[in-house]
């Protein structure tokens, strides 16, 4: 039997449509040997909530670059500990100002990325903190 | 033949012995890398010389500023009639945030305006709906109903200043609260100026904000073009735009090719749709490209995009104004070349990525601000942003002389060459049967996607440099002031358009939406309806719904 490998979701959620890192980051993901799924822009929380147990993925990436963060990285996870699926990991990145860090982390955000992170960085991360089921 | 067989001759010898040369220094001193390339990797020679363009046609391919092929300039005059507009992009808030940043910018000496709105209105939904939860405000103005447009415009004179509006799927609903505006204020709707973004093909290829399917939406389009040429004679429809194709990762000659392959379809939809001659409307099409930090590369893809759309409005489209051939363009530097890190540093980028959209002969320009890779502008970092706009204009010299560059072997060369690559891709979208038949093959989206990912990995491996970000890192950060907008600012939204709704007159609204869906049944032209149901206060998700109801909603397909 071989080893499952790490499943992600890459999710865009609420209204933001700047899709350039989150399509970068699911591609990479791929090429580091990971399943990716990709949901698109435009999801609700609770969309990704959902889709996010029916695909039965380890990771949950969200990315926002509108400033909405603060309302949608906390609410998937808040969604997740609803449906029992906190097991769930959820990181988030984009245009995220230093100043709301400990906000999301204290929501149980696991860590976040911005401009300027590498994507090898991100996806070691991955791999360190990250099992699959 | 731009130069004389005995140039050619001459440089051809004197090229062999500079060649040899260069081997024997090469042999102590190698070059720092193999490969030398544009940002958008295009290589480039280590010298140019007469030979680069010995084909090159001194009057079809160069000729003089205001004549065909317009490589020179549209205007006989250059800047020296007048410069290109200040148009800083702005937006955030509520409507009186914003109408106080817009004073604000006046009297610093800005000369358009240009309207940023929040992602809900962009989306056309309202603020209270649950899609639109914590975004309100964030990214630009949140405008629900007129009544948020009216304190917007509060104080601001229609009729001497004209607005742009980055607007897209309800396009045709913010130009009618601008129309209505004017009404209510008695200018004449043939006195007002200004632009709507308005581009549809440039969401589904890029930017990601859409309602309709590409088809319908393309109809609603057409629909402003020709109430804008028979009613509002001074707006701009469309903008034409490659700025959000060049953020999404899009190298130069794709932001070229995709942009001027997207206004292609518009003719020829107008054309099909609405039964108007290509001059009628032609001269009101612009466009709206980015200013990225490879100084040449983007002069070179200015003129070229001046050249290619000349010779496809007089060639393809058979126009015989002038006008329909001129390639008027709004530019932004680019947002995507600014770093979070050592912050300041985008003031240098920024102010190098403006001279180079001067100098490739822009027609306004929005120059980024130092913090934009952080959050929305702040007042202070604005105002540097347009003061390097004013610095370029009246300091430098930049403005003394029309298209400086023209006749470098270097820069004449690469406009040809932009210009032969770009070919290549509209001949490729052509074939595929246009531009929606090949959004629809995702052909656009994974041609962006495929040059980001690349380009990504060119910066992880130090191939690609952004100083600051990976060379020159310092472990002192640079701390600069943020501006945050107040989650406060949406309940205090959702109450300004509660009370509306309770205020106004339900019948009126409702008739007017009734009227709205039935003309988009009909297909007729939504203009007058649009301005009829603002006019009553339908909010703009309310007249969405009627367009997301009749012509259906369009998903991200989610392409990687």
């Keep these: ?133 | 033949m731009y130069f004389s067989k005995g140039v050619l001759d001459q440089s051809k010898q004197l090229r062999k012995k500079w060649e040899d040369n260069i081997r024997k220094i090469a042999n102590k001193t190698p070059d720092q890398k193999a490969r030398w390339s544009t940002v958008s990797d295009l290589e480039i020679k280590r010298l140019y010389t007469p030979e680069e363009i010995k084909n090159t046609n001194f009057e079809s391919d160069i000729g003089y500023p205001g004549e065909f092929p317009f490589l020179r300039g549209n205007q006989p005059t250059g800047y020296r009639g007048k410069y290109w507009t200040f148009r800083m992009f702005a937006g955030m808030g509520s409507a009186a945030d914003t109408n106080k940043r817009w004073h604000m910018l006046i009297n610093s000496g800005q000369t358009g305006l240009s309207t940023a709105f929040d992602y809900p209105t962009l989306m056309g939904y309202d603020t209270d709906d649950p899609k639109a939860r914590g975004e309100c405000g964030k990214c630009g103005v949140a405008i629900d109903t007129l009544e948020d447009f009216l304190q917007l415009m509060d104080g601001i004179p229609m009729d001497q200043v004209t607005t742009s509006m980055t607007i897209n799927p309800p396009a045709s609903v913010l130009w009618a609260m601008y129309c209505a505006v004017a009404e209510l204020r008695g200018i004449p709707l043939a006195k007002i100026g200004g632009t709507i973004q308005n581009d549809m093909l440039k969401e589904f290829i890029a930017q990601k904000t859409f309602m309709c399917p590409p088809e319908p939406s393309v109809k609603l389009i057409g629909d402003t073009v020709e109430f804008g040429t028979r009613h509002v004679p001074m707006w701009n429809t469309i903008s034409i735009s490659g700025y959000h194709i060049r953020e999404a990762g899009a190298t130069a000659v794709q932001e070229l090719a995709f942009t001027l392959r997207d206004g292609m379809e518009y003719v020829e939809s107008v054309i099909a749709q609405k039964g108007l001659d290509v001059d009628d409307f032609a001269p009101r099409l612009s466009f709206f490209f980015n200013s990225h930090i490879d100084f040449f590369e983007e002069i070179c893809k200015l003129r070229a995009a001046r050249r290619i759309w000349a010779k496809v409005m007089r060639d393809r489209y058979q126009a015989k104004n002038p006008r329909s051939m001129w390639m008027r363009f709004h530019t932004q530097t680019a947002g995507c070349s600014l770093t979070a890190q050592q912050p300041y540093n985008n003031v240098v980028r920024t102010a190098l990525e403006a001279l180079a959209a001067v100098l490739g002969g822009t027609q306004s320009l929005h120059t980024n601000s130092l913090d934009e890779v952080l959050c929305l502008p702040s007042d202070h970092a604005v105002e540097i942003a347009l003061r390097t706009q004013q610095i370029i204009a009246e300091e430098t010299g930049a403005a003394n002389t029309m298209d400086p560059l023209a006749g470098s072997y270097f820069v004449e060369s690469l406009t040809n060459e932009i210009e032969e690559k770009a070919w290549e891709y509209i001949h490729k979208i052509d074939e595929m049967g246009g531009m929606i038949d090949a959004i629809e093959k995702g052909f656009p989206q994974m041609e962006i996607a495929d040059a980001a990912y690349q380009f990504q990995r060119q910066i992880d491996a130090g191939e690609k440099i952004m100083v600051g970000m990976n060379k020159y890192v310092t472990d002192d950060e640079q701390k600069i002031p943020l501006l945050d907008i107040d989650d406060a600012v949406e309940q205090d939204q959702i109450k300004r358009l509660n009370a509306v709704r309770r205020k106004r007159n339900h019948r009126a609204v409702t008739k007017s939406l009734k009227d709205l869906k039935m003309c988009c049944k009909k297909g007729d032209n939504v203009m007058p309806f649009c301005i009829e149901a603002v006019k009553n206060y339908a909010s703009v998700q309310e007249i969405c719904d009627v367009y997301r109801d009749v012509y259906g909603e369009y998903r991200d397909p989610g392409l990687y």
């Excluded at chain 1, 209204?15 to 822009?41: K, M, N, P, Q, S």
């Excluded at chain 1, 906390?74 to 709301?100: S, Y």
């Excluded at chain 1, 991100?122 to 791999?127: A, C, E, L, P, S």
């Design chain 1, 1 to 133: 039997m071989t080893e499952r490998k790490i499943r992600i979701m890459v999710a865009k959620p609420g209204l933001d449509g700047h899709d350039r890192g989150a399509r970068v980051l699911a591609r990479c993901f791929r090429d580091a040997g990971f399943e990716v799924i990709y949901t698109g822009c435009h999801q609700t929380p609770e969309q990704i909530a959902v889709s996010a147990i029916q695909e039965d993925v380890d990771l949950v990436g969200l990315s926002c670059l509108s400033g909405a963060h603060r309302y949608l990285f906390p609410r998937v996870v808040e969604l997740l500990k609803e449906k029992e699926a906190e097991d769930i990991c959820v990181i988030g990145g984009g245009i995220i100002p230093e100043q709301d860090f400990e906000m999301l982390y204290h929501s149980g955000i696991k860590a976040i990325f911005t401009p300027g992170a590498h994507l090898d960085d991100i996806v070691d991360w991955v791999r360190q903190n990250v099992e699959p089921k």
